[in-house]
Each structure stands twice: as C-alpha cells, then as structure tokens.
DNA sequence: CGCCAGGTGGGAT
DNA sequence: ATCCCACATGGC
C-alpha cells in the first residue's frame, strides 16, 4: 500500500469521478473562452447564503430554501434586508436551524453593509469577524464566490485524508488546509482556484459514493492507496 | 423508525 | 486550548 501525494491524489479522484463543476447553481460555472467567467452581484450573493445554509446540512434542503428567496426576490441584499428575522427564518426553514442561520444571515447583511460604508475588500480575516461564519463557509465564500485560492477543508476532507493515513484524524482546519494549499503552491492563482474548487468537489463526491459514514472499501477506487483507518 | 447531512458559537473544564 | 452541547429539517 502506497500513500500518494496530494497532486496524485487529485489525479486519481479526477479520474475515478468525472468534472464535478461546482457551485451547484445553474450555469454559474460554465466555461467561457477556456475560464471561468465573472460571477454578478446576485450570484455571488446566492452562493454566499449556501454556504451558510449548507453549514451541517445536505445541500438539497438547502436548494429548496434557495428557491423560496428567489420566489420572494430576496436574492439582494437591500432587499433581504427589510425582512425581519421571522419572517426570514420561515422561508429558510427547510435548511434546518433556520432561526439559528437566520441570525447568521443577517450578520452577514451587516457585515455587507458595513463594508461598502468603508469600503473594506472581503477577506478572511473579516469575513471570519461575522457572527456565524467560521472558518469554513469563508474559504467557501472566498472560493466560491470571489475566486480567491483558499483551500475548503470540511468534514469530508478530514474523513478522506484521515482514512487514507494522509493526515491526523483529528487534524484541525488550519493545518489540513495548509497541507493542500501547500501541495499545488507551485501554480498560478488562477490554476489554483480552479484546482481546489474541483478537487473539494471531488472530496466530497466521494465521500458521497465510497468514503460514507460507513465506507465501502471493497468497490472504492482508491482501495489499493489508503491506510483504511476507520 | 434511526441515522446523517459540505458547521458554528457558547459555556465548562 | 479542548471538549461538549444546542441548534432542526428532510432524505434515505
């Protein structure tokens, strides 16, 4: 049993699973001229509320609340505003923890309004300051939303790589997305974006299909390179 | 039915 | 620092 490298493991994952093209909203990530095109103002808003929604939740639930906003055109931020916390937590409620995320959802609509006053760029640092927003929904917002090349670590990746023997089972966040983001230091910025945005997709196909709560080892492709340490 | 889902903040130790 | 728990709905 050969561990791979991180670049070997993309490989492989690319491989066994065809592109994943996320984020899973329409069109958002079809290629134009061989790049990603720039996202608008309510696309990235819509991506920023999933990655709060999805916190700890299966991104289907999450779909359903994106619809109910959208039904209601509330995908902006000046108008999401106006509604109150109720009445915000009821078109959510599919997400589960909807009084909870609607909390969150509008400290994030402060931050943004905060922001423009001042006219503060989005970064970690202070997308991390937002009541609700831990480390992992602002790599997804930075990623997903804004392209920047940060790494999403989430539960998955912490399974994979710790069943693999890649990493300390209970490696924290900041040192497995150090150990990515480390991996593929050697590409452009815009090669990276693309590369951590498929490969976290990867991670979590697989998790999907083999690498479950209960894993299917026997059938998985990368049976012949992992520690299996359930 | 029971288990699990692309986490986070707060409080106790 | 590090554990433990509340938060909640929907799909399988």
Request: charged share 25%; hydrophobic share 35%; with cysteine.
């Amino acid at each position: 049993m050969d561990l791979p490298t991180l670049p070997e493991l993309y490989k492989n994952l690319f491989k066994a699973y065809s592109p994943q093209g996320w984020w899973p909203i329409q069109g958002v990530y079809e290629k134009h001229n061989n790049h990603i095109r720039v996202l608008t103002e309510k696309e990235r808003f819509e991506i920023c509320l999933g990655a709060i929604l999805t916190q700890n939740t299966a991104w289907k639930n999450v779909e359903k609340s994106l619809a109910a906003l959208q039904k209601h055109d509330l995908l902006d931020p000046q108008k999401l505003e106006r509604r109150d916390m109720q009445k915000l937590a009821l078109l959510i409620r599919s997400s589960g923890y909807h009084n909870q995320k609607a909390k969150k959802i509008r400290a994030f609509l402060d931050f943004l309004k905060n922001k423009k006053s001042i006219s503060q760029p989005i970064t970690r640092e202070n997308l991390l300051s937002v009541w609700g927003i831990g480390p992992e929904t602002a790599d997804s917002i930075l990623l997903y939303a804004y392209h920047q090349p940060v790494f999403v670590v989430d539960a998955y990746t912490k399974r994979i790589l710790g069943r693999m023997g890649l990493v300390e089972k209970d490696a924290d966040y900041e040192l497995v997305r150090s150990l990515l983001e480390s991996a593929f230091a050697s590409k452009t910025e815009q090669e990276k974006v693309k590369i951590f945005n498929e490969f976290h997709a990867l991670f979590v196909e697989h998790a999907k299909q083999y690498c479950r709560t209960k894993p299917l080892c026997e059938q998985c492709p990368l049976n012949t390179s992992c520690a299996k340490r359930i």
